[in-house]
Structure formats: C-alpha cells, structure tokens
C-alpha cells in the first residue's frame, strides 16, 4: 500500500511543561527533543504516513529572551548531530523548511550536512520547520516568481513554498486553539486535532488514537460524499 498521509505538528507545551515541575523552560525543550524523536521513528514504521512536518522555531520566536533562543539553538546542532544515524537507520529524509540563513554558519552547515547525508533516504521525509513562517514563506514564494509572464497557477505558487505538499492531519499539542503562523497555505483542506497535552508528555499512542479518529472523518472537499 502507497503511503499517503502528510501529518504536521505543532509541538507546544515545552515551556509550560518545565514550569510545572519547577524546572527551567529549557528542560522542557530538552525533554520535547526527545519526544521528537520518538514520534519520528513511530512514523517512519507507520505504513500510512509519508511526511511529518514539525513546527520547531517559528520566526516570530526569536521575539524570546536571548538565552531560551541561545538554547534553542545550541539543542537543534546538539540534535541534529546526535540524531544523523537514527534518522539513517529509519530510512529517513531531513528535508527543512523555512529561511534557514538566519541562523549561524556553523548550524547552517550542520543542517545541510544532515540534509545531504539523509538524501538517499527514501522512507519518511520530516520536513524541519526551522525559522519558518507562513507569512514570511508566502512572501518568498510571491519573490520567486514575480518575474513571471504568465498568470500564476495553484500548482506553480505551491511548487515556489518550502512545504509543498497539502496536510492531511494538523496537530497541535499544548491546549491552544490556534494555528501560529504554520502551513496556511497547506492546510486549506486538513483536518485539525487541538489536544491539551503538553508536547513532552505526547506519545506514540496518542497519535495512533488521532490517526484512528482521522480515518472515521468524512473528508468532503467541499463535494458531497
Ligand atoms: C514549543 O514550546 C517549543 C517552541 C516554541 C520552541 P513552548 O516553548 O512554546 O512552550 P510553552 O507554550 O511556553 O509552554
Ligand atoms: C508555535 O508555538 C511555534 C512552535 C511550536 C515552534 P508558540 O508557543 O511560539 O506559539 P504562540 O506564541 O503560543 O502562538
Ligand atoms: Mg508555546
């Protein structure tokens, strides 16, 4: 069976999570690395889901105090380079997305190492939101192809975004009921799963208990079933 599902998630919670058991909102993000892990190997063994998108830094989280940003930074090369053999061994393509130059030589490098050392994988693809936005990659997009002659089409403006491909399941952990600036263009037709959990808690059974409410959905696509 094709897989076909193109699950993206907002990982929340991390901060609020720490706070609760008196600890520094960074043990939150370091135990939230974790968790990404562990969806992300339970995803590349799924036989349903193609793609994970995960929302990892936003462009407006830079708006944080220097030292949580500073972290956030230190945790992504920290992981990235400690996790480059899992994501091998699952059979795993790291493709980020969002305007990476933002960032620090030496985190640029290791972004496009891992990029590059996952190219031949051909199981799931995470797709790293990194520095994204949707505003901001909207505009990127309008940038590229600005210069075009003929009349933009669906197709030509969704090929000129980082992220390409439609969302099936959107997933926001955190109790919060809203989207972030997050894939907007994308989720046009997905279907939205707001849960109260904290993203360090969630777990491989709660997205087997989302997947299994998202296949009882009737997805009508604005037709009639
Ligand atoms: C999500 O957790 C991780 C990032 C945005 C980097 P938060 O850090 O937003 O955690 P809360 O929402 O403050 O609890
Ligand atoms: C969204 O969470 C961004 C990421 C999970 C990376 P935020 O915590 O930044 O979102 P708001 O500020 O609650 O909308
Ligand atoms: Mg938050």
Redesign the pocket.
């Known amino acids: 069976m094709n897989k076909t599902y193109h699950v993206a998630m907002i ?7 720490a ?1 609760a058991r008196g600890e520094k ?1 960074v043990n ?2 370091e135990e ?1 690395a974790r968790v990404v892990r562990d969806i992300t190997t339970f995803c590349s063994n799924h036989p349903d889901i193609e793609r994970l998108t995960l ?4 462009t407006e ?1 830079w708006k944080r105090p220097r030292l949580e940003v500073e972290f ?1 930074m230190k945790l992504l090369e920290r992981y990235l380079k400690n996790e480059l053999q899992t994501y091998i061994n699952n059979n795993v393509r790291f493709e980020p997305i969002g305007d990476i130059r933002a960032f620090s030589k030496s985190l640029q490098k290791t972004i496009k190492e891992v990029e590059e050392k996952t190219a031949h994988c051909d199981g799931l693809v995470q797709n790293l939101a990194l520095n994204y936005g949707s505003h901001d990659e909207i505009l990127r997009a309008i940038n590229i192809l600005k210069s075009e002659k003929e009349d933009i089409t669906e197709e030509m403006f969704s090929n000129a975004l980082d992220c390409k491909h439609q969302v099936d399941i959107m997933i926001r952990t ?1 109790g ?1 009921h809203r989207i972030s600036n997050f894939l907007l263009w994308q989720i046009s037709y997905a279907e939205l799963f707001f849960i109260d959990t ?2 360090p808690d969630f777990t491989a059974d709660e997205l087997s208990g989302i997947l299994a409410d998202f296949k009882t959905r009737d997805r009508r696509f604005g037709g009639l079933n």
């Open positions: 990982m929340d919670g991390n901060g609020r999570w706070e909102r939150g993000h939230g929302y990892a830094f936003s989280n956030l955190g919060d904290l993203w």
